[in-house]
């Protein structure tokens, strides 16, 4: 085949080839529904090994004439159309909206890194964690736009964009019309599952980009800025049509969830993914070593202005899928994986001005206001200067030609300044004495610069007002960075407790408020009077809490009086809290002013709600380790049941763990348990406790 993938999609045109008369031993409509399988089937194979393997076996009009074959039989017998037709990627009416949708398991963004040292930190800290040497999974980190894609029982059903992580949008049309997505999984090599949740990234090829920028400036059009843009644009397109005439691929390469089909490893996942017809990244390898890391890495690095593709580094992942669930995730990110991002592209720009911004917690923090330039795609404008010390030891001062990148092809940084030869150079900048939002005196703790006034700054107020109301905070709707500056900036709010004694008399003036949306905040922040004590611990801006750490806390001790009793042992004692955590969330628990202000709010409170729990408390204050593979349950099934029935699992035998379970091929754990007298079960033993405890 000669034409490009999308000349010969599923979607191909109609034709005048003839049509093979249908005929068999049965009745008519069962000959017909038969040779519409036949054909389905034979469309799917070639397209198949046309987008997936690169090894067509027949030319394009062979294809076409196929495929003419079954949209004229299709037509004839339009009771017969199925969804995962080839004749049904396209076709769909625009739509007004895209509806959101929750993802089946968090699209978690990955660690990342471009220091070899820290990949080898991340090595030891998988070792430590794990009873068992670890192998890694290696693959390119496609710069595309992630996206979950859904199957039950083999028929693709759903596709959302990534969006918080949480929740996305659903682009299901959009993605139908991407030739190399199977609308039915392939099942010549193994039987589809029952339900399949897939993580991909869909792409657009750089030379089909180029090609398309040719086009558009041919006609006099704008052309597009870069790929991941125009991928991500394009996929979010209203009307399906304008999809499918843009060159998308969609490439395959983890596991959200699956049921119906045992996977011991990622390596597995990956070849099951290929079997079942989706288009998997290239060069993706098993390995034990760094050493074997960084090869893989510098070697991709190589070769990455050579692909076709726009990839900004490769990903480590822990091989084996129950030694995943033993290291667990952050709220951010998993603790089994990490991104070692490659060098970011460089551009060279002029600082105009250093600006001095104030944080949430009273950081200063310099920002270099640039002259834009356009880094990578996108155009860059300013970027932070990090603290005082940052400035000094890069000698970068107003005026200065630098060199800048986008860290992880993300932030904007400035790398270093560049010389120029006689050119005098502004006074070496200094950060200012006075806070530039409150005025008042600054401190230096150690290489920061802060603000102490942490209640009468207004930066500092309209900062943590913002964090307060967010999404993952108190979820106030229409309580944006906008609104707090203007509520802040005409005194309506000088404490967070303030927020709650608005009214929509007090908004209706406002700039931008009418009678409608000034009731519908009032009462937006009157609804959140009663809130759960997860949402309001994250919202206090306590230093350390995000949104992982204020669900334990909140499962844990169950009332904001019990966190604020809580002494530093307590709070140590919570999974995934360490001792210099627990030190911080105690110094800011016990600082007088924070006392005063948490209590201003609570006055206003009508409830803090305990998180809800899936099941009972049979498990209560018992603690499990697990080691070796279960037959019955994946290592995260098996969490998940204790957890909702009030049990804890550790990763780590010790005096007071309850039970150390044990499964095939069993670790150090099992004679650590031993050693220390702690009761051994097996699968059977555990599945005993948990139908005692109600869990089952």
């Known amino acids: 085949m000669t034409t490009k993938p999308r000349d010969r999609a599923d979607d191909a045109p109609p034709s005048q080839a003839g049509s093979r008369p249908v005929s068999g031993g049965g009745s008519h409509a069962e000959d017909v529904a038969r040779r519409l399988e036949e054909m389905r089937g034979e469309l799917r194979r070639h397209s198949f090994l046309y987008y997936v393997e690169s090894r067509p076996e027949i030319d394009d009009r062979e294809y076409d004439r196929i495929y003419a074959e079954l949209q004229a039989l299709e037509a004839s017998h339009p009771e017969l159309i199925t969804a995962d037709s080839p004749t049904q990627r396209v076709g769909a009416e625009p739509q007004s909206a895209f509806a959101n949708a929750e993802h089946t398991v968090p699209m978690l963004s990955l660690d990342s890194t471009q220091d070899p040292a820290e990949v080898r930190r991340f090595d030891e800290r998988v070792r430590k964690g794990l009873e068992d040497e670890p192998r890694y999974i290696l693959e ?245 200067l990090h603290n005082r010390e940052e400035v000094a030891r890069k000698d970068i001062r107003q005026g200065d030609l630098v060199r800048i990148h986008r860290a992880g092809d993300v932030i904007p940084q400035v790398v270093e300044r560049v010389p120029e030869k006689g050119r005098k150079r502004a006074a070496a900048f200094r950060m200012p004495e006075r806070c530039p939002a409150c005025d008042t005196p600054v401190r230096e703790n150690g290489p920061f610069t802060v603000c102490p006034n942490r209640f009468g700054c207004v930066a500092q107020l309209k900062r943590g007002l913002t964090h307060f109301g967010s999404r993952a905070g108190l979820d106030i709707e229409g309580l944006g960075e906008e609104t707090v500056t203007l509520l802040v900036d005409r005194g309506l709010v000088k404490e967070l407790a303030d927020l709650f004694e608005l009214t929509a008399v007090h908004l209706e003036p406002l700039e931008g408020f009418a009678e409608t949306s000034a009731a519908n905040l009032a009462r937006a922040i009157e609804e959140k009077k009663t809130v759960g004590l997860a949402r309001f611990l994250y919202g206090l801006g306590i230093p350390e809490v995000g949104t992982t750490v204020a669900s334990k806390l909140a499962a844990e001790f169950q009332s904001f009086d019990n966190i604020q009793d809580a002494t530093v042992e307590q709070l140590e004692a919570v999974d995934g809290i360490g001792p210099i955590m627990s030190e911080q969330i105690r110094a800011f628990l016990d600082d007088e002013r924070n006392r005063e202000r948490i209590q201003a709010v609570l006055a206003h409170m009508d409830a803090l709600l305990p998180p809800e729990r899936a099941g009972g408390q049979g498990l209560a204050g018992m603690k499990f380790v697990f080691t070796g593979g279960l037959e019955r349950f994946s290592r995260s099934d098996a969490k998940r049941l204790i957890e909702d029935n009030g049990g804890r699992v550790v990763g780590s035998v010790s005096g007071e763990t309850t039970y150390v379970v044990v499964g095939a091929d069993p670790g150090s754990k099992l004679q650590k348990g031993r050693d220390l007298g702690v009761e051994i079960l097996s699968e059977e033993d555990f599945m005993s406790v948990l139908q005692y405890a109600g869990a089952l």
Do not use: C
């Open 140 to 384: 390119p980190k496609l710069d595309g736009a992630s996206i979950e894609l859904v199957y039950e029982e083999g028929l693709f059903v759903r596709a959302v964009t990534r969006g918080n992580g949480r929740v996305g949008e659903v682009v299901t049309e959009n993605i139908r019309t991407i030739p190399s997505l199977p609308l039915r999984l392939r099942e010549a090599d193994r039987p589809a599952p029952e339900l399949l949740a897939v993580r991909g990234e869909v792409l657009m090829p750089l030379s089909a980009f180029e090609a398309l920028n040719e086009r558009m400036v041919a006609r006099g059009s704008e052309p597009y800025v870069n790929p991941r843009n125009s991928a991500s644009g394009f996929l979010r397109q209203l009307d399906p049509r304008l999809t499918a005439e843009r060159p998308l691929d969609v490439l395959a390469y983890d596991i959200l969830t699956v049921r119906g089909a045992k996977l011991a490893s990622d390596s597995e996942a990956v070849r099951a993914l290929h079997q079942w017809g989706f288009k998997t990244p290239e060069r993706v390898t098993v390995v034990e070593t760094v050493e074997e890391i960084l090869e893989y890495h510098e070697a991709y690095a190589a070769d990455r202005n050579d692909l076709d593709y726009e990839i900004d580094g490769v990903v480590i992942k822990v091989d084996h899928l129950d030694a995943r669930a033993d290291l667990g995730a952050t709220s951010h990110h998993p603790r089994w994986a990490l991104a070692y991002k490659f060098e970011p592209r460089k551009e060279i720009t002029r600082i105009e001005k250093i600006a001095v911004s104030v944080g949430r917690t009273g950081k200063l923090t310099p920002v270099a206001l640039l002259r834009p330039v356009e880094v990578g795609g996108v155009t860059v404008s300013r970027a932070s």
